[in-house]
């Protein structure tokens, strides 16, 4: 995994990666923060933010501007775009405060961070952002990560990482060899996630590729394939 050495604390995320299993390399990433290619597969791409950098950049029209140019040139050079956030939403009321990075009390019950602006802006807002972010108006869609901590997007990262990279699959008590089984990497891929080869066949027929079924297809269009139903969309959507 190559690790961008302009992103912030690449210091420390390359050593909790590597503390992980993930072998890293610090370089230089034209979009990004963290990238790494699977054949057969493709490559994935990460945008990483803290929720006070999202909020800043989402209530400032320059750095508004650059984060809207970061995920659209991620999601051009990418095949699995992801904008992976840590940090804790909240507010007073039903606003968004920019709080510092949370971290757990001593027993492990809650979360300790100090407010440090109140923006006044709600929550919706936050979320109608994040919807346009996986859904937008024009071209591909960028996936969205988010955990209360960096430690735990980490850890996302790593267990994503793995799972990408394994030609034999162990999910949902379901052994899935795409080599012996003579399947594509797409297909072995859904089977793994419990969809079943026929209607994974389905999907990849109507949409093309694994990458369209997982980032880019609302869940209306999943169920408008002949044998998908709401069971089927919830295994899609449980690898994230």
């Given amino acids: 995994m190559t690790i961008d050495s302009r992103e912030k604390d690449w210091q420390e995320t390359a050593a909790e990666l590597s503390l992980k299993g993930v072998p890293?390399?610090?370089?230089?990433?034209?979009?990004?923060?963290?990238?790494?290619?699977?054949?057969?597969?493709?490559?994935?791409?990460?945008?990483?933010?803290?929720?006070?950098?999202?909020?800043s950049s989402l209530w400032s029209k320059e750095e508004g501007e650059r984060l809207e140019w970061q995920l659209g040139m991620l999601r051009e050079e990418v095949d699995f775009p992801v904008l992976g956030i840590h940090g804790l939403m909240v507010g007073r009321f039903d606003n968004v405060d920019i709080v510092s990075e949370p971290r757990v009390s001593g027993d492990g019950s809650y979360y300790v961070a100090r407010v440090i602006k109140e923006t006044g802006y709600?929550?919706?807002?936050?979320?109608?952002?994040?919807?346009?972010?996986?859904?937008?108006?024009?071209?591909?869609?960028?996936?969205?990560?988010?955990?209360?901590?960096k430690e735990d997007l980490i850890r996302v990262?790593?267990?994503?990482?793995?799972?990408?990279?394994?030609?034999?699959?162990?999910?949902f008590n379901k052994e899935v060899d795409r080599v012996n089984r003579n399947m594509s990497a797409d297909l072995s891929a859904l089977v793994a996630l419990g969809v079943g080869a026929t209607k994974g066949r389905a999907l990849?027929?109507?949409?093309?590729c694994l990458g369209t079924v997982l980032f880019d297809t609302p869940d209306k269009d999943l169920l408008s394939v002949e044998g998908v139903g709401p069971n089927t969309v919830r295994k899609i959507r449980a690898i994230w």
């Fill in 157 to 171: 990262i790593a267990a994503v990482y793995g799972w990408s990279r394994k030609e034999t699959h162990l999910t």
């Fill in 122 to 149: 709600s929550k919706a807002s936050v979320d109608a952002f994040l919807w346009s972010v996986k859904f937008p108006s024009s071209g591909r869609g960028v996936e969205v990560v988010h955990r209360d901590t």
């Fill in 204 to 208: 990849l027929k109507r949409f093309g």
């Fill in 24 to 55: 890293t390399v610090i370089g230089r990433l034209f979009s990004g923060d963290l990238r790494w290619e699977v054949e057969e597969v493709g490559t994935f791409g990460w945008e990483l933010k803290s929720v006070s950098d999202l909020l």
